[in-house]
């Protein structure tokens, strides 16, 4: 997990190149106010959508994983608490990798919780479990951009 500002890009030179160019990309994009939707930067690899949402109380949110991308979150409006765990899944409660790139489980081991506010980016890595749209005082619209990058691609 890393956490940081789009105000601060220069300053994260230890993230991979390729990771920061990617998120330099977006936030190009997202200056020009675009609008919800899916938007392609390097095919099926590489790809970011904008979203409007809605936070809710912890005990209603599940936490999740992905096998495929690393998955950046950037947050546009509003506010919103992380939950994330460094050590994988005991237990699997929904299994979607094949299908979604997402797996669900309650069994997250030594969450934390960190909150962002707008221009607050947060990145996940590939089978780390996190807890997104968690609210921090109350429920509340959110809007972000979630950026998934293929682990493969980022390697490569």
Same mark, same amino acid.
């Given at each position: ?23 330099? !990309?977006?936030? /190009?994009? =997202?200056? &020009? ?10 095919? *099926? @690899? ?40 460094? !050590?994988?899944? /005991?237990? =699997?409660? &929904? ?10 489980? *309650? @069994? ?49």
């Amino acid at each position: 997990m890393f956490q940081g500002n789009l105000s601060e890009l220069d300053s994260y030179q230890h993230l991979p190149n390729k990771l920061l160019s990617v998120i330099q !990309q977006v936030k /190009q994009r =997202i200056n &020009e106010n675009v609008e919800n939707g899916r938007y392609p930067l390097e095919g *099926e @690899d590489v790809f970011f959508f904008v979203v409007d949402d809605n936070t809710q109380r912890l005990n209603e949110r599940r936490s999740e994983c992905h096998r495929k991308y690393v998955d950046v979150q950037i947050l546009l409006a509003g506010e919103e608490r992380f939950g994330y765990s460094l !050590q994988p899944f /005991q237990t =699997i409660a &929904e299994d979607l990798l094949e299908a979604k790139d997402i797996a669900f489980s *309650e @069994d997250i081991v030594n969450e934390q919780f960190t909150d962002l506010n707008p221009g607050d980016f947060i990145i996940f890595n590939v089978a780390q479990p996190h807890r997104p749209l968690v609210a921090i005082n109350q429920p509340m619209p959110v809007r972000k951009a979630i950026i998934k990058v293929a682990n493969d691609w980022l390697e490569a």
